[in-house]
């Protein structure tokens, strides 16, 4: 994988993962769902991305009470229970007999199509659930040596269009503002809101420190991420002023240091947006949240 932010270390082991659908562990090359289900026709469905350390999922509460909340928001009813579906999730990993540096993918979406149209009423009974854990190491060339965005003109949109808070399968807008960003050589892209400021990136979420403060969006375009939220109480836990407010890239190009959040990678230092450079290559205040939020993982694998 050369670009992006979630540019990963290839790893042979993946080549042989067990692949969860609807509770049958398949061979990688054996797992596939129906040219008539609801999430290829239509991505009619939602998601959540995983990682495990040293045997725990991070964060899962969080993880599934947005995927729970996604389904209810669609109507889709995923026929198992929160504690049920980590049974599957863990069931998956002891059949890889995985441990650690392993991300997982989890989808859900509607179920079998009767046929090809998108009334939710012309769909089979039964949702279709897909676990993919894949051993995934973040490239240090990213995490270390930071990367570059893009603004796209792609907008995140009012929810009464497409409720940004979702996180379905539906992510044209995301893939077409990535597109532009990688035409232009970036990373990544970010993405403003209707009104012209600053709201996330097609993938991650967006974060820039000036004068010892910490700004990233109100929140209101944008998904509600687990890592941005973790971020966020770290700097009120620790005294470090975070603001979520509204800004501009004006704002941006002057800012002191800048980074993106996201389950994959944790915390990614940017270097540059839309060609101007970030600061003066300080990121003192990024290693620190970088060492903080690892602290708060190795927190959760200890409980």
Known sequence: MPNGTHEYLND???ADILININGELLPRNKAMVSVFDSGFILGDGVWEGLRLHQGVIVFLKDHLKRLYQGAKALDIDIGLTSNQLTDWLNHTLQANQMEDGVHI?????????????QDPRCTLPGATIVIIPEYKIPSLKKVDGGIRLFTTHVRRGYPDVQDQKMNSHSKINCILGCIQAAKAGADEALMLDPHGFVSTCNSTHFFMVTDGEVWTSTGDYCLGGITRSKVITLCQREGIPIKQKNFSLF???GADEAFVTGTFAG????NEVDGRVIGTGSREMIMRLQELYLRLIHAEVQV
């Open 251 to 253: 704002d941006v190009y």
């Open 12 to 14: 042979p082991r993946n």
């Open 105 to 117: 993918r989890l989808m859900v979406t509607r179920g079998q199509k009767m046929t090809p149209y």
């Open 267 to 270: 915390l990614t230092p940017v």
